[in-house]
């Protein structure tokens, strides 16, 4: 296995599963299960143990790794030299899985959905485009920019609405833009971090190719679980493009003045996504936009840029939901985390954490008092409703 | 279902009760050198009503039954010899009370040292903890239960001595309560003036019952904290040194370290003297006592102050300190371990030597770390070896020269901390044997049918 030469230097001292400060557990699968085998030092030991002979392959050991949401909060936080390699060494494992055929149903049917119909909801690429059916959205062909909108931002009703308010965004600015529609193939991250390494491969080589055959240089991600496999991924494969996440673009725009957001007073809080912050090293363009917006009062929750709690949506999670359920799910707590600030929206800036987050106010009742909404949903309100 | 499983299950709840082979796997070892033993069932509790319906389990079907925190003593003390339950007690970590006039704080029995030391800085600025040196994961009750060390020992003793109350579950399933708390809602003393019983539980690493809340005193926080390093090239200064410095009264926490790599820290013995203060007068009036402490040995040329960057202050001045942890990866192998004796300071020069060969005979890179304990009364001092856990080699000697140690500590007149099984049953062969009998008493009076934690404090 990669890395395998790594696992023995686990301390298992558990900072790997804190805040910077300490004051909370910070690790998503930990939060929930509490048992120390589902923090970061115990997967490390466990994957040893199981390398060495001294356990099996079972449906435990599967969920100890497939309930790893590869949020990076162990990489932040780790005492020890080689935090960089940890979710790596967590996606190494679960490729070993995958090679030896023993997988969580969840996640070969997964798998088997990307493969047979290239994205996880089985339904036909010609949908892909439909969220984009009532707006002047033009078909890729040589624009300044690719818009990727994504398995999630084509398929799922929470995640096209997102993408429809961040297409209205660039199409008030004027930018230039196409979107691939039916066209648009799956960016793979979830494939490659659920461990299905040759399948990622093949999907990574396709776009590239697809890419450059369409003259592709710029591309504009609305999900940040994509803005990581183009920029982070992809040049492994040759696929060397300027790839922005959406928010970077939006914020670039209103601080050119080529945006001037309406008024919009409300009390909000921001959930940092991991792809998007400790995976893409961007905490503040979304910040930036939220402060452009008259009237939006920012309340940073407790735990926020690198001690963020992930929505428990990361590393396939969102598809395989092993993470999700009782009380402790990384999301519930996440918006009850979100309560306390008093905002009345909690805002995000990934289709994923929308549709997490969103579910986990239904399920905690708090319907009453809060509301999520994309970055690009509440810029594009705060044009529409002035 | 196993019927364990079944009856652990309802107390709990299916989510926190385990026999699967990872947690048996997991569970059954620590990040120190002894052997593993894997326990039946891993339960995690969260009340104490749970905790008591578990023990009264463990106690009808003799399953033995090992409270845990983060399991960080890298000594074994929570490997469950005889199988049986372990309860991860870290579900139970609420600060449930702090009394800021009276300056003392009741957790729950597994609530980190980190979360504590988190929650005071930000709503008790004006309060602190003896913070240890351990992993912030490492629990407030399983800090003193062993008696830890932390910060405030230069100043108050050992971190046990700043109990201010217990609440404990006894072998039998009953819950009683230890100092002032047990006659009101007030946890200010954990004994004195009435006879202190937390004795019967402080040190026996669960073997007479599980702490299921701990009250701790609290003490000023002051508004500045700075650091200085007295360095030495001979081991037989450091006694002298260090009383002068503890005459002072002005030292927060005194430790001393010596290491063979990096080769800036070679041959030097530094002592290191943190200080603190609620203004730059009285930082500089305290700094400016403890360097005419130690004129003489200045004069002498015995030794001198160092320059401390802010890279290297900032690393000192770290609560808890990380880079203590980082000494598990020097060899890149992911461990160490070492031997904590609580010797009078007077032995320093004896422990560095005998440090020093051992690493030679042994072949074991080294760190040498003491802490100044009440004052100079004792300290306590580390012979630590990092080991690389995938070279059984390395392993086998870093065993056989803790174990070297471990012997001459004891040859020396020292106490072992956090005695690993081996080293309770030789303190217990070496100790007067009224004493080893009165603790036989303890415990078969307490623990008659020896479920608690079998295995510590047994072989009398």
Not at chain 2, 193 to 222: C, E, H, M, N, Q
Request: hydrophobic share 40%; charged share 25%.
């Amino acid at each position: 296995m990669k890395y395998a030469e790594i696992l023995h230097r686990c301390f298992r001292c558990g900072y790997c599963k804190f805040t910077l400060d300490y004051e909370n557990f910070n690790c998503p699968p930990y939060r929930k299960y509490r048992f120390d085998t589902f923090a970061p030092g115990g997967r490390m030991w466990l994957i040893r143990a199981w390398l060495n002979g001294e356990i099996e392959n079972s449906e435990r050991f599967q969920e100890i790794l497939y309930s790893c949401a590869t949020c990076g909060n162990c990489v932040e936080h780790c005492a020890f030299t080689f935090r960089e390699n940890l979710v790596d060494i967590f996606i190494a494992a679960r490729e070993e899985l995958v090679n030896g055929g023993r997988i969580p149903p969840s996640v070969r049917d997964y798998f088997k959905a990307i493969s047979i119909h290239g994205n996880p909801y089985n339904l036909p690429a010609a949908q892909r485009s439909s969220w984009a059916a009532d707006l002047p959205v033009q078909s890729y062909d040589g624009q300044e920019y690719l818009l990727y909108i994504g398995c999630v931002g084509s398929y799922d009703e929470r995640g096209r609405k997102i993408a429809q308010a961040v297409s209205r965004n660039l199409i008030r600015a004027g930018i230039s833009f196409g979107i691939l529609g039916e066209r648009e193939p799956c960016d793979g991250n979830e494939v490659r971090v659920l461990g299905e390494a040759g399948l990622f491969e093949y999907l990574a080589e396709n776009n590239i190719a697809l890419f450059r055959q369409l003259g592709v240089r710029k591309i504009i991600t609305l999900d940040p679980h994509a803005f990581n496999a183009f920029r982070k991924e992809y040049p492994a494969f040759g696929g060397d493009f300027e790839v922005l996440h959406y928010s970077q673009v939006l914020s670039r725009l209103i601080e050119s003045g080529e945006l001037k957001p309406g008024d919009f007073p409300v009390r909000v809080t921001f959930h940092d996504a991991c792809y998007l912050g400790r995976h893409g090293g961007e905490y503040e363009a979304p910040r930036r936009i939220l402060r452009a917006i008259p009237g939006v009062e920012l309340v940073e929750m407790r735990q926020n840029r690198e001690n963020a709690l992930c929505c428990g949506g990361g590393g396939g999670n969102f598809f395989t939901d092993i993470l999700g359920g009782e009380g402790d799910s990384p999301s519930r707590i996440r918006v009850r985390q979100a309560v306390e600030t008093g905002a009345e929206i909690l805002v995000v800036s990934c289709p994923q954490c929308a549709k997490m987050l969103e579910d986990a106010i239904k399920a905690e009742g708090l319907d009453d008092k809060l509301v999520i909404r994309d970055v690009g949903e509440l810029l594009d309100a705060s044009f529409r409703e002035n | 279902m196993d019927r364990i499983v079944q009856a652990l299950v309802e107390i709990v709840g299916t989510p926190y009760v385990s026999d699967s082979a990872e947690e048996r796997y997991f569970y059954g070892r620590d990040p120190g050198l002894m052997p593993a033993h894997a326990p039946d069932y891993v339960v995690l509790p969260r009340s104490v009503e749970e905790i008591q319906a578990i023990v009264r389990l463990a106690g009808r079907e003799k399953i033995a039954l090992v409270p845990m925190g983060a399991g960080m003593s890298l000594s074994g003390l929570v490997i469950p010899q005889r199988g049986g339950i372990v309860l991860d007690m870290k579900r139970m970590d609420r600060i449930l009370k702090v009394n800021e006039a009276a300056r003392y704080v009741v957790v729950e029995g597994g609530t980190s040292t980190g979360k504590l030391h988190a929650h005071l800085n930000r709503y008790y600025p004006r309060l602190r903890f003896s913070t240890p040196d351990s992993p912030a994961a490492a629990t407030v009750a399983a800090n003193v239960m062993i008696h830890g060390q932390g910060r405030l020992t230069q100043q108050q003793g050992f971190n046990s001595d700043m109990v201010s109350g217990l609440e404990v579950v006894l072998p039998s399933g009953e819950l009683c309560r230890i100092g002032s708390c047990a006659l009101s809602d007030d946890w200010f003393s954990k004994g004195p003036p009435l006879p202190d019983l937390s004795g019967l539980f402080l040190g026996w690493f669960g073997a007479t019952g599980i702490l299921t809340k701990v009250g701790i005193k609290l003490y000023p926080r002051k508004k500045m904290r700075d650091v200085e390093i007295f360095i030495t090239d001979s081991p037989d200064f450091v006694p002298g040194i260090l009383y002068e410095l503890t005459h002072t009264e002005m030292a927060e926490d005194i430790n001393i370290f010596a290491q063979p790599l990096p080769l800036i820290f070679s041959g030097n013995h530094h002592i290191v003297i943190y200080f603190t203060g609620d203004s730059a007068e009285e930082m500089e009036l305290k700094k400016r006592i403890l360097f005419h402490a130690l004129d003489g040995f200045i004069r002498n040329k015995d030794g001198g102050f160092m320059t401390v960057g802010e890279g290297m202050k900032k690393t000192l001045l770290d609560m808890p300190q990380r880079s203590a942890t980082t000494f598990a990866d020097v060899t890149k192998g992911g461990g160490f371990e070492y031997s904590g004796p609580i010797v009078p300071i007077d032995r320093y020069p004896g422990c560095s030597r005998k440090l020093d060969e051992l690493a030679v005979k042994y072949d074991l890179k080294y760190h040498a770390t003491a802490r100044i304990i009440d004052k100079g009364h004792a300290m306590m001092f580390a012979f630590s070896f990092t080991f690389n856990r995938a070279d059984e080699d390395m392993l086998n000697r870093t065993r056989m020269a803790l174990s070297e140690a471990s012997e001459y500590a004891l040859s020396i007149g020292g106490l072992f901390w956090k005695p690993t099984l081996d080293e309770q049953r030789i303190a217990l062969e070496k100790m007067d044997p009224q004493t080893a009998r009165l603790m036989k008493r303890i415990k078969e009076e307490l623990d008659p049918q020896g479920i608690m934690n079998p295995g510590n404090w047994e072989g009398i």
